[in-house]
T-cell receptor, first 110, second 109 residues
Framework: DSGVTQTPKHLITATGQRVTLRCSPRSGDLSVYWYQQSLDQGLQFLIHYYNGEERAKGNILERFSAQQFPDLHSELNLSSLELGDSALYFC?????????FGSGTRLTVV | GQNIDQPTEMTATEGAIVQINCTYQTSGFNGLFWYQQHAGEAPTFLSYNVLDGLEEKGRFSSFLSRSKGYSYLLLKELQMKDSASYLCAPLGYTDKLIFGTGTRLQVFP
C-alpha cells in the first residue's frame, strides 16, 4: 500500500460528460502529480500541485482542470469527455527516495 | 528537451541477465528514476540515480551517465514475475518526473 489513495477505481461514462477523479496523498505529503496513461502508452504528465498551488503543467487539455484543497487532497476534473480520454489516471506524491503512485482510476468513455 | 528513448520490447529467458537502455536529452534534468509497471497497475519504484555510476540493489542495478544522457537498468537472475514494463524517468529541475514510453520485458521459461 503506497498510502496514496485514488477514487473511484473504475469509472464508465458517456461522451460529452464530466467526471471528477480524486486523490489523497500520503499523510503529510504536500505534493500531488497527475498522470494519464492511455492503452499501451507511456505515462503523460498532466499537472503538479504543491501545498495548494499549481507548480507545473504538462500536456493537459483545456477540457481538463485540477485543484488541490487545504486538506491536500486533489481533484482532476475532465469535461466534454471524448472516446480518446479513456485511460488510466494516476496521481503520485513526492517522497524521500522517489515518487509513490496511487493505484489509479480507470476511465472508460463510451 | 524531453526526448527519452527506450527499446519498445525485449525478451529474455528465466535465470538470464538483461540490460535495458535509456537515452535522454541532458538539458533540464537532474537524476533519473527507474520504475516497474505490471499491466494495469501502478508503477513501483526500482531505483534512483542522482550521481554518475552504478547503484546496486539486489537483483537490480542501475547506471547513469549524466553527461551522456544515458542510463541502463540491469536485471539479473530473471524470474517470470519480472515480466513487466520498465520505465525510465529523468527528473526535471522543476521537480516533475517525465517518463519514457517504457520497455515491455517478457521473460520466458
Amino acid at each position: 500500500d503506497s498510502g496514496v489513495t485514488q477514487t473511484p477505481k473504475h469509472l464508465i461514462t458517456a461522451t460529452g460528460q464530466r467526471v471528477t477523479l480524486r486523490c489523497s496523498p500520503r499523510s503529510g505529503d504536500l505534493s500531488v502529480y497527475w498522470y494519464q496513461q492511455s492503452l499501451d502508452q507511456g505515462l503523460q504528465f498532466l499537472i503538479h500541485y504543491y501545498n495548494g498551488e499549481e507548480r507545473a503543467k504538462g500536456n493537459i487539455l483545456e477540457r481538463f482542470s485540477a485543484q488541490q484543497f487545504p486538506d491536500l487532497h486533489s481533484e482532476l476534473n475532465l469535461s466534454s469527455l471524448e472516446l480518446g480520454d479513456s485511460a488510466l489516471y494516476f496521481c503520485a506524491s513526492r517522497v524521500e527516495d522517489g515518487y509513490t503512485f496511487g493505484s489509479g482510476t480507470r476511465l472508460t468513455v463510451v | 528537451g524531453q526526448n527519452i528513448d527506450q527499446p519498445t520490447e525485449m525478451t529474455a529467458t528465466e535465470g538470464a541477465i538483461v540490460q535495458i537502455n535509456c537515452t535522454y536529452q541532458t538539458s533540464g534534468f537532474n537524476g533519473l528514476f527507474w520504475y516497474q509497471q505490471h499491466a494495469g497497475e501502478a508503477p513501483t519504484f526500482l531505483s534512483y540515480n542522482v550521481l554518475d555510476g552504478l547503484e546496486e540493489k539486489g537483483r537490480f542495478s542501475s547506471f547513469l551517465s549524466r553527461s551522456k544522457g544515458y542510463s541502463y537498468l540491469l536485471l539479473k537472475e530473471l524470474q517470470m514475475k519480472d515480466s513487466a514494463s520498465y520505465l525510465c524517468a529523468p527528473l526535471g529541475y522543476t521537480d516533475k518526473l517525465i517518463f519514457g514510453t517504457g520497455t515491455r520485458l517478457q521473460v520466458f521459461p
